[in-house]
């Protein structure tokens, strides 16, 4: 029979008859009549373990109730037999918790007698629905704990946590932490399912415990979180979200520093390109100071030309390497404007220093700008002062005929 049914079918009796307490389980008193008989042989047959009637201390058969109609009788329930049915009954909350192995490892099934609270259940809710959050809130403890006293696998005395001190929280649960739900569990509860940061998350759990419990008597410690249990989770939420905002902010600005320094070596790579090669312009000017001279024959005129268009071809080589080197510049500047655009939009909490990032590298763009610039007034004075040098020493009194 469904589980379901049965507790019901449990329940209903108890509703009817209340169970009392013994040693060998639970039992209850009917006065007998043919409805009587007909209702203990169905709850048989259905799988309840009634296991023994009693009349005056006599145990008697189902089969002789009908003697002993307008008489009354015990009905006996084995824990033995409940047990192997994995049924646990519990005349109240009190009982239930004070059974160790149930705070961590809940029975799968289970009957509160005074309260007609029975688990599984199609509902819910109340203090049911309060304990199960705290047993799996009592599984974040042990998960978090540095160390567990443990008596048996499935009865832990203490756990233990350290962190500024060491902070002892045995496990002592009461009635009263059943009374109110725990406010904020499913934020705690997301928190841990999610992967991240699982190492930062146990520390933050630590130390909020330790701010909020080390100055409350030990044997107090475990209720007293449940009954504030609004008040951790609070502070549980807005420790771990400082972390991530200053984390995120580090990735950011780890990002945005990067940026930085890959555009400033693309800017420093242009400049330094160009600058290599500039050094050829005080060579040629040092080459043709010292071989061009004045014309006074071919050899002479031809040792003048050959360097002159030498230098004429370098410098216009130069013009065009200035010019792809302004493009480049250009390019990196359009690519990290875009960049940092897009950084100011995405983070726009870090707009400031992303804006003064940007600025940096304006600066260094006029600069290498500038540079540039001044490399093609180099360029071109080298042309003119070599052009100038050639036709200088032309032999212009024989070119004008003059004697």
């Known amino acids: 029979m469904d589980k379901l049914v049965l507790l019901t079918k449990l329940k209903d009796l108890n509703s009817e008859f209340s169970f009392i307490k013994n040693d060998e389980g639970y039992e209850f008193s009917v006065t007998v009549s043919t409805d009587i008989i007909d209702q203990l042989t169905g709850c048989i047959d259905s799988g309840i373990p009634i296991s023994d009637f009693l009349f005056n201390e006599m145990y008697i058969e189902l089969s002789d109730l009908p003697v002993y109609i307008g008489k009354i009788v015990k009905v006996q329930l084995s824990s033995q037999d409940l047990r192997q049915k994995n049924l646990s009954l519990y005349n109240e909350w ?80 009461t009635v009263e932490s059943l009374n109110e739900a725990l406010d904020g569990y499913s934020i705690v509860e997301a928190l841990f399912l999610d992967s991240s940061h699982k190492e930062q998350k146990s520390s933050i759990f630590k130390e909020v415990m330790y701010g909020l419990l080390i100055n409350i008597p030990v044997k107090d410690r475990l209720n007293y979180l449940l009954l504030n249990f609004g008040e951790f989770s609070k502070r549980f939420n807005e420790n771990y ?19 930085k320094r890959d555009y400033l070596t693309k800017l420093n790579d242009i400049f330094s390109s160009v600058q290599t090669k500039m050094l050829g312009i005080p060579i040629s000017l040092a080459i043709a100071s010292l071989k061009m001279s004045s014309i006074v024959d071919g050899i002479s005129f031809w040792t003048n030309f050959l360097l002159a268009i030498s230098i004429t071809i370098y410098s216009i080589m130069m013009f065009m390497l200035i010019a792809n080197q302004k493009h480049t510049l250009s390019a990196v500047k359009n690519e990290y404007q875009s960049q940092m655009t897009r950084l100011k939009h995405q983070y726009s909490e870090q707009y400031e220093s992303i804006k003064q990032i940007q600025a940096e590298l304006n600066t260094r763009h006029d600069f290498q700008k500038k540079c540039l610039n001044w490399f093609y007034v180099m360029s071109a004075a080298l042309l003119i002062l070599i052009l100038a040098l050639f036709t200088w020493n032309l032999p212009w009194k024989a070119i004008l005929g003059i004697a």
Not at 131 to 153: E, G, M
Not at 241 to 259: G, P, T
């Open 241 to 259: 979200q400082l972390f991530v905002s200053e984390f995120s902010f580090d990735d950011v600005r780890k990002e945005y520093e990067e940026n």
């Open 94 to 173: 009190t009982d239930f918790l004070s059974f160790k192995p149930n705070l961590l490892h809940p029975p799968e099934s289970f009957i509160i007698l005074k309260e007609e609270t029975i688990f599984p259940s199609s509902s819910i809710e109340g203090k049911l629905k309060h304990f199960i959050d705290i047993s799996n809130f009592l599984h974040l403890l042990n998960d978090n704990a540095d160390h567990s006293t443990k008596i048996t696998n499935k009865v832990i005395d203490e756990f233990v946590y350290l962190h500024k001190s060491r902070l002892n929280i045995p496990l002592i649960l």
